[in-house]
């Protein structure tokens, strides 16, 4: 079946003709599944003609829109082991997180890809760099999480307006963190940025509060400095596997010094000391209305950025 779905792809993209059985609503997760193929063996060989880019694609590469071929495509030298990957028939997208080898860099990478008769019209993909990314954390071998991967019973699912309510929670959650939840979490949750785990660490790399899981964190507070979440997205959503991929950016202004935890404790803003955005593409796991795991892949980008994907989204 993929086989064929990623030669019937091909033919419309090289002779114009579209083939009936994956015309727009009716690209099923095989098809979906056979379309990412196609654009990540495009992606490895280099050689954006073998993808099933449709005549007017739009594609962005950490959220500047380029000529398919460009960027990634000019540097990549492999692809890793690590994939996660899942697919929304309903809004005909799929989605995926892996690493991405390019000359003498190794990064963790996402991409989301909309089919529309089984061409490619919109690619987005987010590189962390570790030279780029911004943050003192950037894991290049990530190891597959069951969690991800396990498929939801019916019993457990959440509707598609009911995962984009906590995906979107989460992101209130996040903006001015005060401590308020907005969302739901497991009390197992785990998140995982740019390959490293940020909650429910044995070690203190990067401080005490990474010992600490997703609800204690943002009960603490601990996130004050992130003033905004705007141009927030919510686009694959997966609700077999309890998936839903989110776009958006995080902004900091750069103007607090200190803050009050819940706690009471007072501390000081280490960073962000300056106006400073990341974009992002972020994976939700949901089951039983509640958050089990997060996959975050982010980038800095400049301070403010409009989004390409949402029109007058720079300052929202």
Same mark, same amino acid.
């Given at each position: 079946?993929?086989?064929?779905?990623?030669?019937?792809?091909?033919?419309a993209l090289a002779g114009g003709a579209?083939?009936?059985?994956?015309? %727009?609503?009716?690209?099923? *997760? @095989?098809?979906?599944?056979?379309?990412? /193929?196609? +654009?990540?063996?495009? #992606?490895?060989?280099? =050689?954006?003609?073998?993808?099933?880019?449709?005549?007017?694609?739009?594609?962005?590469?950490?959220?500047?829109?380029?000529?398919?071929?460009?960027?990634?495509?000019?540097?990549?030298?492999?692809?890793?082991?690590?994939?996660?990957?899942?697919?929304?028939?309903?809004?005909?997208?799929?989605?995926?997180?892996?690493?991405?080898?390019?000359?003498?860099?190794?990064?963790?990478?996402?991409?989301?890809?909309?089919?529309?008769?089984?061409?490619?019209?919109?690619?987005?993909?987010?590189?962390?760099?570790?030279?780029?990314?911004?943050?003192?954390?950037?894991?290049?071998?990530?190891?597959?999480?069951?969690?991800?991967?396990?498929?939801?019973?019916? %019993?457990?699912?959440?509707? *598609? @307006?009911?995962?984009?309510?906590?995906? /979107?929670? +989460?992101?209130?959650? #996040?903006?001015?963190? =005060?401590?308020?939840?907005?969302?739901?979490?497991?009390?197992?949750?785990?998140?995982?940025?740019?390959?490293?785990?940020?909650?429910?660490?044995?070690?203190?790399?990067?401080?005490?509060?990474?010992?600490?899981?997703?609800?204690?964190?943002?009960?603490?507070?601990?996130?004050?400095?992130?003033?905004?979440?705007?141009?927030?997205?919510?686009?694959?959503?997966?609700?077999?596997?309890?998936?839903?991929?989110?776009?958006?950016?995080?902004?900091?202004?750069g103007r607090l010094t200190r803050y009050?935890?819940?706690?009471?404790?007072?501390?000081?803003?280490?960073?962000?000391?300056?106006?400073?955005?990341?974009?992002?593409?972020?994976?939700?796991?949901?089951?039983?209305?509640?958050?089990?795991?997060?996959?975050a892949v982010f980038t800095t980008v400049?301070?403010?950025?409009?989004?390409?994907?949402?029109?007058?989204?720079?300052?929202?």
């Open positions: 079946m993929r086989k064929r779905v990623i030669l019937a792809a091909l033919a579209f083939n009936p059985a994956v015309a %727009a609503g009716d690209c099923d *997760r @095989a098809c979906l599944d056979g379309v990412l /193929d196609a +654009y990540l063996g495009a #992606l490895k060989a280099r =050689d954006p003609a073998r993808a099933p880019f449709a005549r007017n694609a739009v594609t962005s590469e950490n959220n500047v829109v380029l000529e398919a071929g460009d960027g990634l495509w000019g540097t990549i030298t492999a692809l890793g082991g690590y994939e996660l990957r899942f697919a929304d028939p309903q809004s005909g997208q799929v989605g995926f997180h892996g690493i991405v080898h390019e000359t003498d860099t190794v990064s963790p990478f996402a991409v989301r890809l909309k089919v529309r008769r089984g061409r490619i019209v919109e690619a987005e993909t987010i590189v962390a760099r570790p030279q780029e990314a911004g943050v003192p954390f950037v894991t290049t071998t990530l190891t597959p999480l069951p969690v991800l991967n396990e498929i939801v019973p019916p %019993a457990e699912r959440s509707t *598609r @307006a009911r995962m984009i309510e906590l995906a /979107d929670g +989460y992101f209130s959650t #996040l903006q001015l963190n =005060d401590g308020t939840l907005y969302t739901q979490f497991d009390e197992r949750c785990n998140r995982r940025e740019n390959g490293y785990q940020t909650t429910n660490r044995t070690d203190e790399s990067f401080g005490p509060t990474m010992k600490m899981g997703c609800a204690e964190q943002f009960r603490l507070g601990l996130y004050r400095y992130d003033d905004r979440l705007r141009a927030r997205r919510f686009e694959v959503i997966d609700e077999e596997r309890g998936l839903i991929m989110a776009a958006g950016f995080i902004d900091h202004a009050r935890l819940s706690d009471g404790r007072e501390v000081e803003s280490t960073i962000f000391r300056r106006p400073h955005t990341y974009c992002l593409l972020e994976t939700f796991k949901i089951r039983n209305g509640r958050i089990e795991q997060v996959e400049p301070y403010h950025m409009p989004s390409p994907w949402v029109r007058g989204a720079g300052r929202r």
